[in-house]
């Protein structure tokens, strides 16, 4: 259960402060006994966490909006943990018409679950926060009359306790890996043909000190959407190359996907019967080390809005 309460007032010309405090309530009970013996199920273990936040964020615009200045704190306590501190600032500034330059600072913070702490085989109740300083520079320009969005990406992150499953004396357990450092770019950009033609796309590098699951080396991402009239179709193109599974080696595929839609116009409101056809090259594939993902799969449905 939880309460959250904010306001956001306007002091004066282009400046925002909000504030806000919210309060979290979770836990409960498990039973860690074999299914198999339900007569051991009144050994069972309880836990319960409380934490409550507070938080204040100030936005100033500066000389009509070419500078955005924000900054804000935010306290957190937690029955497990503790306090801590979470700071962010930030400025975007937009020299010409179509053009900004952004830079965020901030500390990024991620206590650990229940299912971490307490479920399951690889459970570890001495598990600690995630913890990280993120540092981040992006360069977005538009052109040829707002047809062409184009972007680049600059980040850098100084993290500890990021918190994996890894093999102990032959077990699995949750773990508090340690210190690393992610650091990396992302190139973006999409462009309106006309009006029932467009297309987009991203490149995103990572380059970490650390073996961290799940975050892929190089991804790269294609979109083209068709929309004529009641229609709506596009094709979509993934590409991952360096993924971590947890398993011996990494993973690397490739996927195409297909949408299909067509919308009906009504006076009590649209119906839309739209098919998805998710991998169609049939790729065979594992993010997590030991469980294979679908392979082709299809699916088709009715929207109603009223």
């Given amino acids: 259960m939880g309460v959250t309460a904010f306001q956001t007032i306007h002091p004066w010309e282009a400046g925002d402060i909000s504030a806000g405090i919210d309060f ?29 936040a507070g938080y204040v964020m100030v936005q100033q615009g500066f000389f009509d909006n070419l500078l955005d200045v924000n900054a804000g704190v935010r306290l957190q ?24 330059v952004k830079f965020s600072w901030g500390k990024g913070f991620r206590a650990p679950n229940l299912r971490e702490l307490y479920l399951y085989p690889p459970h570890n109740p001495d598990l600690r926060p995630e913890r990280l300083w993120n ?53 973006d950009a999409s ?10 796309a991203n490149y995103s590098y990572l380059h ?33 190359w360096g993924l971590l599974t947890g398993g011996p080696e990494k993973s690397d595929y490739a996927m195409v996907n297909l949408r299909g839609a067509y919308t009906l116009d009504r006076s009590d409101g649209p119906v839309t019967l739209f098919l998805k056809l998710d991998n169609i090259n049939n790729k065979h594939y594992e993010i997590t080390y030991g469980c294979p993902m679908p392979g082709f799969t299809m699916m088709g449905g009715v929207d109603f809005r009223f």
């Fill in 24 to 52: 979290v309530h979770w836990g409960g009970s498990t039973w860690n006994s074999p299914k198999a013996d339900p007569g051991m199920r009144d050994d069972r273990f309880k836990e319960y966490e409380n934490e409550i």
């Fill in 191 to 200: 462009y309106l043909i006309n009006s029932r033609w467009h297309v987009m």
């Fill in 208 to 240: 970490t000190d650390a073996e961290v699951l799940y975050a892929p080396k190089n991804k790269l991402f294609a979109r083209v959407g068709y929309i004529p009239g009641q229609w709506d179709f596009s094709a979509e193109a993934v590409s991952i």
């Fill in 135 to 187: 540092y981040e520079v992006e360069l977005r320009q538009k052109a040829l009359g707002g047809h062409l969005d184009m972007g680049v990406s600059f980040y850098f992150i100084d993290g500890k306790d990021m918190i994996q499953t890894q093999r102990v004396d032959g077990r699995p357990r949750n773990m508090n890996v340690g210190r690393f450092i992610n650091k990396g770019f992302e190139i």
């Fill in 77 to 100: 306590h937690s029955s497990q943990y503790g306090n801590v501190w979470v700071p962010q600032a930030g400025f975007i500034v937009k020299p010409t018409d179509g053009s900004s």
